[in-house]
């Protein structure tokens, strides 16, 4: 498990084969490097969440673009896995 600080209030957690963008507090999109699978939260939270998402796929070598979408519930799910 490793936690990096990105920029305030966005942190990426790597878990396993995942690697877990939080905004805030909150799970909103995940990246599984293996597969090169890109899923990103379906709920609208704020202005500033979507900022967070928009920033962190180019630093992964992904567009914001490439991502499919997943309830938000698929996103709280993946924590429930450490716990």
Not at 6 to 19: C, P, Y
């Amino acid at each position: 498990m490793n936690l990096t600080p990105l920029a305030a209030n966005m942190t990426q957690l790597t878990l396993g084969d995942k690697t877990i963008l939080f905004s805030y507090k909150t799970p909103v999109a995940v990246l599984y490097p293996i597969t090169g699978n890109f899923y990103r939260t379906e709920k609208k939270w704020s202005n500033t969440t979507t900022r967070h998402i928009n920033k962190w796929a180019p630093t992964l070598g992904y567009s914001s673009k490439d991502y499919q979408t997943k309830p938000q519930e698929y996103f709280d799910n993946l924590l429930s896995e450490v716990e």
